[in-house]
């Protein structure tokens, strides 16, 4: 893999989040929080009847990205914020750029900015990854 | 966990939970869990039992002998919407693989009170855990920091 800082990481899409996901997510993460799976609890506190994904769902797609371009594994290290939240019928695309390549302990690593985007401009999860690269 | 708001702590006691340690324990990820959360992800399953990195926000904080409900009590939560995000970070050393028992260790690292520009105050709060192989070498760490939004004392809407 030839990479360099700026390239683009190939986009993943989720072309719909699914509430029926987000309540089997709820039922394993033992999460209480009623704004994964009643949409009328969303209606109450002004998000209308769409449910909210749990963050480390909307992260996850991040992950389906840089593992679909440097394979299962390849991940050393994530951090994300969560300006805004995605919600159940969001078509939200996991985009990224590469910023650094480098050397560490004899692993060729790439550091990434890695988002989510609902539309141009419009960034509900912002992160950073470090990846391994194959050798 | 209740939906009514609850006044706020002294920022005392908030300080006084860095150091807690959760009671920790064994965390084994079963296929028919790595198979329903892999699939919540909208991906296909990992190649050779390679549970899907997501398993990291729930994994060490069960394993941990602790839950959500659990660590919003102890920042003594609002209320369960009263909860906001700041960052998760996963450092991941060795991919974690299913029908494995890793030991699970957690903590509070840091947690004090903050007051955001608009003048309303919230509690940072930053949960680290460790999960470490049967051969005793870390496979991953992960460190949560939430904010604990406290509206109530203004009158204010949760």
């Known amino acids: ?60 797609y991040m992950v389906n990205m840089l593992h679909a371009w440097a394979g299962p ?16 019928g969001d078509r939200i695309t996991a985009r990224g750029a ?7 302990n004899g692993l060729r690593l790439a550091d990434c900015d890695i988002w989510l985007e609902r539309e141009p401009g419009d960034r509900p999860l912002v992160g950073t990854a470090t990846v391994r690269l194959p050798a | 966990m209740t939906a009514a708001p609850r006044p706020m702590p002294p920022e005392a006691e908030i300080r006084a939970i860095v150091g807690h340690e959760f009671p920790g324990g064994i965390y084994t990820v079963a296929h028919w869990e790595n198979f329903l959360l892999t699939e919540c992800t909208g991906a296909d399953l990992l190649p050779g039992g390679m549970v899907h990195p997501v398993v990291l926000f729930h994994m060490p904080i069960l394993g941990a002998n602790t839950t959500i409900g659990e660590m919003f009590a102890l920042g003594q939560a609002e209320s369960d919407y009263s909860i906001g995000i700041e960052s998760y970070d996963w450092e991941m050393f060795h991919p974690l693989l299913e029908e494995v028992a890793y030991a699970i260790a957690g ?12 003048g309303r105050p919230f509690d940072r709060i930053q949960f680290q855990f460790t999960v470490t192989g049967p051969d005793g070498v870390l496979a991953a760490r992960t460190t949560i920091t939430w904010h604990y939004n406290r509206q109530a004392h203004l009158g204010m809407k949760s």
Request: glycine residues 6%; positive net charge; hydrophobic residues 40%.
């Open chain 1, 1 to 60: 893999m030839s990479l360099q800082p700026g390239d683009a990481i190939p986009d993943w899409l989720m072309e719909s989040v699914r509430p029926e996901r987000m309540r089997t997510m709820a039922a394993i993460l033992r999460d209480p929080n009623p704004v994964h799976w009643d949409r009328d609890a969303c209606d109450a506190i002004g998000f209308g009847k769409r449910t909210i994904n749990q963050g480390p769902l909307g992260l996850s």
């Open chain 2, 107 to 118: 903590k509070v690292v840091a947690a004090e009170r903050r007051v955001r520009p608009d």
């Open chain 1, 73 to 88: 594994g390849c991940i050393s290290r994530l951090v994300m914020t969560f300006p805004k939240v995605v919600l159940d």
């Open chain 1, 98 to 104: 590469i910023t650094v390549v480098r050397e560490e």
